[in-house]
């Protein structure tokens, strides 16, 4: 696969620090600690043996070569057929598969298209993106489909030079612990400690982190699953859980209509079993190429004329039909159908009275006819001229430098969505979709086109800060290489 000069979000502001903060860091770690103990005859056993810097340096090209790769291999760009809009792929399925489940298709507004399976819509990338597992900022790149390989190896190659390195400091640490009795001037001077410590520290820290990542990541690709996936197991499950309590306990949790029967356990169908999910993972089922920093590959995203990886995935057959994944949010239906987030239903009826009450806002007849329409108007003017100062405010934001503009941006959505954001579900750790890249406004919703389309058509009842900002996102995908 040929790597992508502009792979990852051509993002401004504090993304651009990532990056180069990974390199200085690997510079430090792996140059400096060389200089320091082949410059410092006071650190205990000396320079570094030829042996040493062979393996040394050699863990350091393995894990530059890594690294660059994860950076600029292309995520992913699904290109579809102009017959696209019918079917998500022209392939058929053999009559020894489970049949597929009803259309249930899920449909990108800012790609206007359907998502293939397991695919979702990055915010930094701002397109749709195959197997997405999260965004890296640390690559400036999403890990997916394609990339998965060359992140894997990026932490392995990288796990094994911080583990080689704390080898070579420990060895310099045992001896300066040998030596705490002797005279101070007959021991490393105070630059070498200085320096060694904070070696120990850095060391410490990434390794701390990058294994904890790697484990992570490992546990990933033995199971076939991504981080993304892995937060939808755990929504499915939590929900179920909620339902099981709350109907045990009869409280009125969920509406009257709601039917149990579309809350049955969906087992995750992509877990193929242990050498299936490592070989699709990596794009071969060839072991010796898996960890190969050269030449090892990875897969590549099918064409959607022919299909393939990508566009279709082979399922276990575990559940009734296949196509069943991702679950629906049978939590944010309920909150549909009873107008709010965790709303009860003598709540709901304090609404519904309080909503007929209100309809003077618009100049409903029964409040005094003529009057009132003319004061109705005026209060839609303010409410009007107020969207339009928050409007002027985000352009001026979008003129500002990269950094501070992020920084308010986050603030200033936070205000917008208020409620919206609260009512995401998180998992244990507290994440979100959106802590791993995912644009949760165009996710988690099963629609066909024509209802996706009348949606789009009711843009005239959306903030005019909203409709800037999906102007925005539109001008970014329509710069996209």
């Not at 820290?205 to 981080?227: D, E, H, P, Y």
């Not at 239903?345 to 519904?352: I, N, R, S, V």
């Amino acid at each position: 696969m040929t790597a992508h000069p502009l792979a990852g979000p051509q993002t401004t502001g504090l993304h651009l620090f990532y990056v180069p903060s990974v390199v200085a860091l690997i510079t430090f770690q792996g140059y400096f600690s060389q200089y320091l103990f082949n410059t410092s005859p006071d650190l205990r056993p000396g320079p570094l043996t030829f042996r040493e810097k062979v393996i040394f340096n050699g863990l350091l090209v393995c894990l530059w070569w890594t690294y660059y790769k994860a950076c600029t291999i292309d995520p992913g760009r699904f290109v579809f057929s102009p017959s696209s809009d019918d079917a998500t792929t022209t392939t058929t399925v053999s009559t020894d598969k489970k049949p597929k489940s009803p259309p249930n298709k899920r449909y990108c507004k800012k790609c206007q298209a359907f998502k293939p399976p397991r695919a979702h819509h990055c915010r930094h990338c701002a397109r749709c993106i195959p197997r997405m597992d999260h965004h890296c900022p640390w690559t400036n790149n999403c890990v997916s489909l394609t990339t998965f390989p060359y992140f894997l190896r990026f932490l392995l190659y990288t796990n094994i030079a911080l583990l080689y390195l704390s080898n070579l400091l420990y060895t310099r640490l045992r001896y300066i612990w040998s030596d705490r009795h002797l005279p101070s001037y007959l021991g490393p001077s105070l630059f070498s400690l200085i320096s060694i410590t904070l070696l120990c520290l850095a060391n410490f820290g990434t390794f701390f982190a990058l294994f904890i990542l790697l484990v992570t990541t490992l546990k990933s690709w033995v199971m076939n699953t991504t981080l993304i996936e892995m937060w939808e197991l755990d929504r499915h499950n939590s929900l179920i859980s909620k339902f099981s309590s709350s109907s045990s306990s009869h409280d009125d949790y969920w509406t009257d209509d709601f039917d149990p029967a579309s809350l049955s356990r969906i087992e995750f169908p992509y877990d193929l079993g242990f050498f299936k999910n490592m070989a699709q993972a990596m794009g071969t089922a060839n072991p010796l190429r898996w960890f190969l920093p050269i030449g090892g590959g990875g897969p590549k995203l099918a064409d959607q004329k022919r299909g393939g990886l990508g566009w279709e995935y082979d399922e276990n057959g575990f559940n009734d039909w296949e196509g069943m994944w991702p679950p629906p949010d049978l939590e944010k239906e309920r909150r549909a159908k009873q107008g709010g987030w965790a709303y009860s239903k003598k709540q709901q009826q304090q609404e519904e009275e309080q909503e007929r009450a209100d309809d003077y806002y618009y100049g409903g007849n029964g409040f005094g006819g003529g009057e009132n329409i003319k004061a109705a108007f005026a209060r839609r003017q303010q409410e009007d001229f107020a969207r339009r100062q928050r409007g002027a405010g985000l352009q001026q934001l979008g003129s500002r430098s990269g950094i501070a503009g992020e920084l308010e941006e986050d603030e200033d959505e936070l205000e917008w969505t208020g409620e919206k954001q609260q009512s995401r579900w998180r998992n244990s750790e507290g994440d979100r979709l959106w802590d791993y890249g995912v644009d949760e406004d165009e996710d988690d919703d099963y629609i066909t086109k024509e209802e996706a389309v009348a949606v789009d058509e009711e843009d005239d009842d959306v903030p005019l800060a909203e409709l800037i900002r999906r102007r925005k996102v539109l001008a970014k995908k329509d710069d996209d290489p």
